[in-house]
């Protein structure tokens, strides 16, 4: 699937092309709120969740600390613009990434001495604080159960359909240019080294590359992309709830990585699709939402650990092979 | 009770690298095969495919008249396989006396646990003057003993002991090896023991098989293979090391 | 004065309960090298097996333990076979330890969300298992029901403890804990074993949910915050350490205790959090673990 870019052909880079130009024309067509919604939200849980991806699938840290990284940087974008009114919202919302980035290298450094069980426990517990200081609120900075006070947002004196589209666009915007920087990293050196370490770690230290700063580096960017996200939520939905950071939206986010196939470029797309068009169906059963989640949680990582990616790529590697063993029977043997 | 084991075509390794390969191997029932050989050339690997621990990938693997090959290690352990495992794989936090009881831990054995544990007391009597004692505090040697304790503990149709003398002093192997010689008249089982050289075992090896990159190069008698010139050399330097 | 008497008490009965629903964790981590997130809803089973048997209909309370125990075995023995053991073949090709996180954590999901889906979102009133209270020094009174559940934690542990020091199978679980291949070697039926130490681990904890059912209502989400509690419990007394998994459960009874006379109960988890994370980076194999297990 996508990769390499050297390994994408014209045919691919124009079919990649046309569908983002569909994906692009989209809401001048379709207009209908309900819906325009549930998808822009699902945009931003996309880059939440492509920036989780990346550390937790390519670098191969089980990092569960993702989301209250996610909402540190809501919080760091909110306060700037409730309090820093000269900053245009695009800035306050790439300053709260930043401190995302920076929260999420100091988490790394302890994390990074850890494995295994331990990196989970250790970022679980992390997040757990997070939440809970949040929701107690002690100086009246995150707005507690409440959630975060009404902000002005990117776009704030739009009509609805106007304000759709834009953050629409903004958002694809974002998801295109992560998605390449992603593939890209994916087979530079960083991306290299760090599935690499994910694979083998003794070999790689072995070979030069050092393990720790390689992946503090993945924390960071990573860090970076999630606290944008939330910037983002903050900005669309107005308002940022502790129960954001919660158990629930965990086990949802997991869930679409794995279906979509953890590690991979166009996992957390699929992934986010598949979910939230199940979300969607079973909007008035909640119930019944969690539980199919959680039982397709519980199958696919057992039988189908790559996920919808390692799905396609097996059944097109075969396909292709027999397609191979095929034309080969056709042509004519030479002596 | 005792059993002649028969291995044929065996192949066996871990996930995908091949350790074992096309090894056969014969041992009559009550005999004793010492098996010799390199480091990570398999001999390790070949025992735990025979008791179960890992799986052949192909071959089979007879005891007596019953196949073995693909069974759990629980049902070969059941069946009368007896492992002394490389290392001793002693329970470090339980006491000697509770590894010597797990090791008649098999249904059939369980009841009459105590009166075997007074036996191999009375056979191994430094084991028992440990007893009390939790096995990751033992010396090497003293869990050897206690390895060899365990695996007397139940009936052994095959028993299959690798590298006894692996990290000991020359006190303590000699020790060790005078506990095998009792085992073996004890229980009469057929013993497949694994060493890396040549010393010590001209007093147990009924016959020596010789293990290389994963299967048997030679065979023969104690008495023949130590004379050879060839195979002295290359694994113990000169004819004067041998001990009978 | 009454302070410290509260903080003992109320230290003691939370270090009770932490120790019945932990040692479940601890005993599972110790032989199947597993962290068991499902534990929280075995606990939140165990609350509605009590509402159904004490509110519904009228049960003789030590049935209702005993109920519990049950139901809480067999969901447990299932939960094993359906999340942990297909995996055990593969322990090459994955992350054994990260992927059962999952889908032991998948299987709350579902259990949450089956309960959701049979008992409706509303809190469930539980009775308690003996009413009435004793007084024990001025102004602090302790009720018979937290009494009697620290009784019956105690006894419990206890029993397990001569369970494991004595017993065939106790020793088979030991022996699975500490060398995995030479149990094996020794004739311990493995795929037996596991789904049974689930089963048994689970047990313990619904018995747990049946009390904590009285003190904190029967709901989906009930087994939550418990799940949480016992993973702090599990870590600070060492992974896979059944000694120090109990040590921890009464310090985080106490701490709790403590902190709800002192500071309040707002503040008691985010503190424990807290405390885990210096602890795992100070110190992650907590106080009786083993250092091999935690560092690279």
Redo the contacts between chains.
């Keep these: 699937m996508t990769g390499t870019f050297s390994g994408l052909s014209t045919t691919r880079w124009m079919m990649l092309g046309c569908a983002i130009v569909l994906v692009a024309l989209f809401p001048l067509v379709y207009t209908d709120p309900y819906y325009m919604t549930i998808i822009v939200t699902a945009e931003v849980v996309l880059i939440l969740n492509i920036s989780w991806n990346f550390v937790l699938g390519m670098a191969g840290v089980w990092n569960f600390g993702q989301l209250a990284i996610y909402a540190l940087g809501a919080y760091g974008a909110g306060w700037l613009m409730l309090h820093q009114t000269w900053m245009p919202a695009m800035i306050a919302i790439l300053c709260g990434g930043l401190f995302s980035a920076v929260i999420s290298v100091l988490l790394a450094f302890p994390t990074l001495r850890l494995f295994g069980i331990y990196t989970s426990l250790l970022t679980f517990s992390f997040a757990q604080v997070v939440q809970y200081v949040a929701l107690n609120d002690p100086r009246g900075l995150t707005g507690g159960s409440y959630g975060y006070p009404t902000v002005p947002g990117l776009f704030p004196n739009m009509s609805q359909t106007s304000y759709l589209r834009a953050y629409y666009w903004v958002f694809a915007a974002v998801i295109v240019a992560s998605c390449l920087v992603v593939a890209w990293l994916r087979q530079s050196h960083l991306g290299i080294a760090l599935r690499s370490i994910r694979d083998s770690p003794g070999y790689t230290a072995a070979r030069g590359v050092n393990p720790r700063m390689t992946r503090v580096i993945a924390f960071g960017l990573s860090g970076f992309l999630a606290g944008v996200a939330g910037g983002f939520y903050l900005s669309f939905e107005q308002s940022f709830t502790t129960s954001q950071m919660g158990l629930t939206p965990m086990s949802i986010d997991v869930t679409m990585l794995v279906i979509g196939g953890l590690g991979t470029v166009m996992g957390p797309l699929i992934g986010t699709a598949i979910v939230t068009v199940i979300q969607t169906i079973l909007i008035d059963y909640p119930g019944w939402q969690l539980t199919i989640l959680g039982a397709t949680l519980l199958v696919i990582v057992i039988f189908v650990p790559g996920g919808v990616v390692g799905l396609i790529s097996r059944t097109s590697k075969r396909v292709g092979a027999w397609v191979e063993e095929d034309s080969e029977a056709v042509e004519p043997a030479e002596t | 009770m005792t059993a002649a084991l028969d291995v044929r075509g065996l192949v066996a390794g871990y996930d995908r690298t091949v350790v074992v390969r096309d090894l056969s191997l014969s041992v009559g029932a009550g005999k004793t095969a010492v098996v010799i050989g390199p480091n990570g050339h398999g001999k390790t690997t070949m025992l735990l495919a025979i008791s179960g621990l890992i799986k052949p990938m192909s071959g089979t693997i007879t005891l007596g008249d019953e196949r073995i090959d693909g069974s759990s290690a629980e049902s070969i352990a059941r069946s009368g396989v007896v492992h002394i495992m490389q290392g001793d794989g002693l329970f470090a936090d339980m006491t000697v006396e509770e590894n010597l009881l797990m090791g008649a831990f098999v249904a059939s054995s369980w009841r009459g646990r105590r009166e075997t544990l007074r036996r191999v007391y009375a056979e191994l009597p430094v084991v028992e003057s440990k007893r009390d004692q939790k096995a990751r505090t033992l010396s090497g040697g003293e869990r050897r003993l206690v390895g060899l304790g365990r695996g007397m503990m139940r009936p052994a149709r095959v028993m299959l002991i690798d590298e006894p003398s692996l990290g000991l002093a020359p006190v303590a192997i000699e020790a060790v090896y005078a506990a095998i010689a009792k085992l073996r008249a004890e229980s009469g089982a057929t013993v497949v023991l694994v060493e890396e050289n040549f010393t010590h075992i001209g007093g147990v090896a009924d016959v020596v098989h010789i293990l290389e990159t994963g299967s048997i190069v030679r065979s023969g008698s104690f008495n023949e293979l130590s004379n050879d010139r060839t195979v002295v050399e290359t694994y113990l330097g000169s004819i004067t090391d041998v001990t009978t | 004065m009454t302070d410290i008497v509260a903080i003992i008490v109320n230290g003691l009965v939370y270090g009770s309960i932490y120790g019945l629903v932990a040692i479940g964790m601890t005993l599972i981590y110790g032989t199947l090298r597993i ?1 068991d997130m499902s534990q929280g809803s075995m606990v939140m089973i165990g609350g509605y097996v009590g509402w159904w048997a004490l509110a519904t209909h009228g049960v003789n309370p030590l049935l209702a333990l005993v109920l519990a125990f049950i139901v809480t075995f067999v969901v447990g023995t299932l939960t094993e076979l ?2 942990v053991q ?2 055990i073949g593969r322990r ?1 090709e ?2 054994f ?3 059962t ?3 032991t ?6 259990l ?3 309960a ?2 049979h008992f409706g979102p509303f809190q469930k009133n539980v009775p308690p298992i003996v009413s009435g209270n004793l007084d024990v020094y001025h102004g602090v009174s302790i009720s018979y029901h937290e009494l009697t559940m620290a009784g019956v934690s105690v006894l419990l542990m206890g029993a397990l403890g001569l369970f494991l020091a004595r017993t ?1 199978w106790g ?2 679980v ?2 699975v804990a ?2 995995l ?11 037996r074993l596991y789904p049974a130490t689930m089963g048994l681990a689970s047990a313990l904890a619904g018995v747990g949910g049946v009390f904590l059912g009285a003190l904190y209502f029967a709901s989906p989400t009930a087994g ?1 915050l418990p799940l ?1 509690q016992a ?1 702090i419990v599990v ?1 600070l007394g060492g ?1 896979g350490s059944l000694t120090g998994t109990l040590y921890a459960a009464y310090l985080v009874g106490l701490m709790q205790a403590f902190c709800e006379v002192k500071i309040g109960t ?2 008691t ?2 503190i424990l ?2 405390a ?2 210096i602890i ?2 100070i110190r ?1 194999y907590g106080l009786k673990g083993s250092p091999s297990e ?3």
């Excluded at chain 3, 954590?105 to 579902?110: E, N, P, R, S």
């Design positions: 962290l359906v999340s297909p995996l090459g994955v992350d330890e990260m992927v996180f999952i889908t954590f998948a299987v709350g999901i579902l949450t969300n089956v959701l889906q065939r020793f088979a030991r022996a500490q060398d291949d030479a149990a094996r070697s020794l004739g311990v039926p493995v795929s939550d949480l993973l870590v992974l707002t503040w988890l985010p959090y807290t885990i994370l795992l980076v992650p935690a560092r690279l």
